[in-house]
């Protein structure tokens, strides 16, 4: 393709993973405790997407990256620090108070209605990138009902590789059951790629992309204003997800002996 | 689950964020520090971490592995930064808070990471601050990290001034490196020789060139100077054995040999010919002058990072210590609290944290007023050349012009008319800042590092026995050992003391020293928790002990303030220092709280860091207070000599019969009588007649009023205490360990 691909990636911010991460009630609501006070990374997942978007990039000249991202604006500023010394990329920020507990659907119009929103941005060239999953509590369907809003109909999840093809199709790999792969021929743009992985390492950080992107980072973050999300979901109960350490010091055991305990254990999960 | 709503009294409840301390620092309002913090951070808890936990300080070879980290160090963006954006550098103007909060970052992992970072900016800075254009354009062109597409390996170079002993170290006056004219045909450059041997070079291993420190062999060059030296220059360039060092083992340290021939244009600054003269523009200790009063300052803020760096694991060891064990279930005080649940383990935990923070606001307050003081340093030389004025004393007399109203300025209120007035003049606000920065920069290294390793001890021993192995979270056994060389290297305490005792006599900075007071109290007034009121007391105490020291003498009539009396001077320089420290962590609690107010990602948790910090910066104050206290009082007594039971002593006593017949005209006089001579003219069982105070009573009185400034320090340390003993950490450190 001549002109490039006109890349969106779509990001939410979660807690640092090494953080203890503690549900309480916020009025009806739950959130985690201390949330705003604990160190802010940009979703992994969602960090892939855009490592692949910023590769894709630089290898499709006239290509161009955009990352939105709904969150405290706050917050995204202290991980854009950080993010925007990794790859290329203008930032479309919103303001709002996202979080593991938002409604996925609101969080997918605000998404939309900011990339409708995004001066110069091509339909026809647009790849919409995302996380297939999220390091929060995900609903696993924000890129899905994003892509619904857009009106892509191509859309993809769990996807691990994307190539583009010499006759400009995209061929898709999509992570299935046991560790395979569905490969899909797209035609091309407009698509959905919700990421799983993706096979690129975190790029080291690299500043003068970091001075480079914070020229257009700050004024935007500057420029957005607060909104708000309808909550259309009603909690429960919410609790992080169960772990259990179990040690014991053995000795003098075969690989094949270990093997077999640990598949009994996983059995009886 | 909890329920939010269920609101405790606000405490803090979490690890200070990036944003705060970005608020605190001042740094708030520079992203290109912000983004610098972020990649330094990347580097030394990724593959400088990697290597520490993977055995990479157990050899004193420079290997692959290490030499690795100087190109982590290019792609971060690290060697970049102490250049200019046109020599490839990140951004335009002074450096030196940029250079510590890099060195914050490495060391907060490893010092020696740190050392062999900033090694290649030391070598450079003799370049930078006194070098010719030409040699800046060269040598930082040459050490650029290089960008895509370029084919070049990036110069590396070393700082050369320490000599083996009996030479150059504590004093940088006794040079045993040689240079000599080897050949001077007319109308061209001379050659030099130059002969020197190094002794703890750092970066040697590696390094292309070397800015070395030579004292001249031959009359026909005046003096002594630094010289560039390449390693390809004609001769023996040898980088010696690698030093057996136990500390910072992630640097290059060696001690070289050099015999080199190298045309005169390497001579750093440049030089004039006058009278078949070679005269160079600035003399070895010129240079290193203008260098180490920055690059000082990076060090101690090296040791600050290990401080910090050292509460989190201390806190979950403690926390962790019993779990595991049958009693220690799940829901129990040893299983949730572990070593929390003894108040010495809270209490020692927060005398260590208290000193990290207040070495941190020290060291970066040094580091902010070098980057306001660089610019100014420029437009001054610049006044020099146009008005033709050389040579330090030339200098110093055109600066002293102004030394007064320097003073005058310091004691305006702020909102007196005149401040503007004296402000527009550049030469006075140098002078200003100038006695400011010749302070803090040797306070921040001798006090940071030297208190500093003392604390790191504390930290080791917070974490049992687990301290002193190679498996202790956070590496703290070896940060005790690198805070070792921090206190030595790039001048040793003995050094900085010696500065001290004559910078902070100053009158320009004793009269900012006495502004500082009056803004403690007014602190003090308006955030009574901060310890800003003892703060304020002990430096009067400290200020009063000064100025007596200045105009008394000894029992023998030997004057006491004076240079060659270090038993005076320098612990009164130590003392200094604590106030110093403790001031400016108040100033940046009091910047926090006001601008973290406007931080929305701060909003949250902001009262309960404030409190917490308050409550540090009142357990620091309490702690310089009892030091400053303990120091001057040993001064302002220390030198008198005791009284003896002998006849002047006895004269000064009461007798008993004087006291029976006074009792009869004065009932109860007994009572008041503290030595009294018996009949027998036996003495109460003691060294002497109790000590005559006359001239003294103003020391006892601040002594006495500082004294009882310190209550309620206490109860701040438990707030304090019970603060850290509640507040969240994470589930594992963020580096390998």
């Known amino acids: 393709m001549s002109n490039g691909y006109h890349i969106v990636v779509c990001a939410g911010i979660v807690p640092d993973p090494l953080q203890t991460l503690e549900p309480v009630m916020s009025g009806s609501t739950p959130a985690l405790k201390n949330e705003m006070l604990l160190p802010a990374v940009l979703d992994p997942w969602a960090a892939h997407a855009l490592y692949e978007a910023a590769n894709l990039a630089a290898h499709a000249e006239g290509s161009k990256v955009w990352l939105v991202s709904a969150a405290p604006k706050s917050k995204l500023q202290q991980v854009m620090m950080n993010v925007a010394q990794k790859a290329a990329f203008e930032l479309v920020p919103i303001d709002a108070p996202a979080n593991g507990f938002a409604d996925a659907h609101s969080v997918a119009e605000i998404l939309a209605q900011a990339i409708h929103s995004i001066s110069g941005l091509d339909r026809s060239r647009l790849l919409l990138f995302g996380g297939w999953e999220s390091a929060s509590r995900g609903a696993g369907v924000t890129m899905q009902l994003i892509g619904e809003q857009l009106e892509i109909t191509d859309q993809f999840q769990g996807v691990d590789r994307f190539t583009v093809l010499p006759d400009g199709s995209l061929e898709i790999h999509e992570r299935i059951e046991g560790g395979r792969h569905l490969v899909s021929i797209c035609s091309g743009p407009p698509t959905v790629l919700g990421w799983a992985t993706g096979n690129l390492p ?68 | 689950m909890a329920t939010a709503s269920a609101v405790e009294r606000e405490t803090l409840r979490a690890l200070p964020s990036d944003a705060s301390r970005q608020v605190q620092w001042g740094f708030a309002d520079r992203y290109d520090l912000q983004l610098l913090v972020q990649s330094s951070r990347a580097v030394a808890r990724g593959p400088v971490a990697r290597l520490v936990a993977g055995g990479g300080r157990n050899s004193h070879e420079w290997t692959e592995a290490k030499a690795a980290l100087l190109e982590a160090f290019d792609q971060a963006g690290i060697t970049a930064v102490f250049m200019e954006p046109e020599e490839g550098g990140l951004f335009a103007g002074p450096k030196n808070f940029a250079l510590a909060l890099i060195a914050f970052e490495l060391a907060w992992v490893d010092g020696g990471a740190a050392t062999a970072s900033l090694a290649g900016c030391l070598a450079l800075a003799p370049i930078h601050e006194r070098g010719t254009e030409e040699q800046k354009q060269h040598y930082m062109k040459l050490a650029a990290p290089t960008t895509p597409g370029e084919d070049r390996k990036p110069w590396r170079g070393a700082f050369c001034l320490t000599e083996p002993i009996p030479y150059v170290g504590v004093d940088t006056g006794m040079l045993n490196g040689k240079i000599r004219i080897v050949e001077w045909k007319t109308g061209e450059e001379p050659i030099l020789q130059v002969e020197k041997r190094g002794r703890f070079i750092t970066n040697i291993g590696f390094a ?137 383990a809270l209490h020692r935990l927060v005398d260590l944290w208290a000193t990290g923070e207040a070495s941190a606001s020290l060291g970066f307050a040094a580091a902010r007023v070098f980057d306001e003081l660089d610019p100014l340093e420029k437009e001054v030389e610049k006044l020099y050349a146009e008005r033709g004025i050389s040579g330090g004393k030339a200098k110093a007399k055109f600066l002293r012009g102004v030394a007064d109203e320097a003073v005058t300025l310091m004691q305006l209120p702020r909102d007196d008319a005149r401040r503007s007035t004296l402000l527009s003049d550049l030469r006075l606000r140098f002078v200003a800042l100038d006695s400011l920065a010749d302070v803090l920069c040797p306070a921040a290294k001798l006090w940071n590092t030297g208190w500093g390793a003392q604390m790191m001890r504390e930290a080791v021993s917070l974490m049992g026995g687990y301290g002193i192995t190679e498996d202790c979270p956070g590496f703290l056994g070896n940060k005790w050992m690198d805070a070792q060389l921090e206190a030595t290297y790039e001048g040793p305490e003995a050094v900085q003391r010696r500065q001290l005792s004559v910078t902070m006599t100053n009158p320009v900075f004793l009269a900012q020293f006495r502004e500082w007071i009056r803004e403690m109290r007014e602190v003090a007034s308006e955030h009574p928790g901060t310890g800003a009121c003892a703060l304020a007391t002990a430096m009067k105490l400290w200020l009063w002990t000064l100025d007596h020291l200045q105009h008394s003498k000894d029992a023998d009539g030997g004057r006491l303030y004076q240079s060659a009396r270090q038993g005076v001077t320098f612990p009164l320089a130590d003392a200094l220092c604590w106030l110093v420290a403790a001031r400016c962590q108040i100033v940046d609690v009091l910047r926090l709280e006001k601008s973290g107010a406007n931080d929305a990602s701060l909003a949250e948790g902001l009262p309960g860091l404030v409190k917490f910090m308050t409550d540090l910066c009142n357990v620091q104050s309490a702690r310089a207070s009892g030091e400053v206290a303990r120091i001057c009082a040993e001064l302002v007594f220390g030198y008198d000599r005791h009284p003896a039971w002998d006849e002047d002593g006895k004269r000064a006593c009461w007798h008993e019969d004087e006291l029976d017949a006074l009792e009869n005209l004065m009932p109860g006089i007994n009572s008041y009588a503290i030595d009294v001579i018996a009949g027998d003219g036996s003495h109460p069982a003691k060294a002497g007649p109790c000590v005559n105070c006359a001239g003294a009573s103003r020391f006892l009185s601040l002594h006495a009023k500082l004294d009882g400034c310190l209550t309620g320090s206490r109860l701040a340390k438990d707030r304090a205490a019970d603060a850290v003993s509640k507040m969240m950490i994470p589930e594992a450190l963020d580096y390998p360990a």
């Not at chain 1, 975190?202 to 999300?229: C, D, F, W, Y």
């Not at chain 1, 979901?233 to 094949?256: F, G, H």
């Not at chain 2, 004609?234 to 640097?251: A, N």
């Open chain 2, 208 to 344: 292309n060139f070397v800015t070395t420190a030579v004292d001249s062999d031959d009359e026909r060059i005046k003096g002594s100077c630094m010289v560039i030296l390449e390693e390809a220059d004609p001769g023996i360039f040898d980088r010696g054995t690698p030093t057996r060092k136990m500390v910072h083992q992630l640097s290059s340290t060696g001690d070289p040999i050099f015999n080199l021939r190298v045309p005169a244009s390497r001579i750093v600054g440049g030089y004039d010919v006058k009278d078949g003269v070679l005269i160079p523009r600035y003399s070895h200790s010129e240079v290193i002058e203008a260098v180490f009063r920055r690059t000082r300052v990076t060090v101690g803020v090296m040791t600050t990072a290990k401080l910090l760096s050292a509460v989190e694991p201390i806190i979950r060891y403690q926390r962790g210590r019993f779990r595991g064990a049958d009693t220690a279930t799940p829901g129990s005080v040893r299983y949730e609290l572990g070593l929390q649940a003894r108040e010495d």
């Open chain 1, 202 to 269: 975190e790029p080291r950080n690299n500043p003068q992309v970091g001075m480079a992107n914070m020229r257009t980072i700050m004024p935007a973050l500057q420029k957005t204003k607060s909104t708000s999300l309808t909550q259309n979901v009603r909690y429960l109960s919410v609790m992080p997800p169960r772990q259990q350490r179990q040690t014991r010091i053995v000795k003098d055991r075969s690989a094949e002996e270990i093997a077999a305990e640990l598949l009994e254990w996983i059995s009886q999960e």
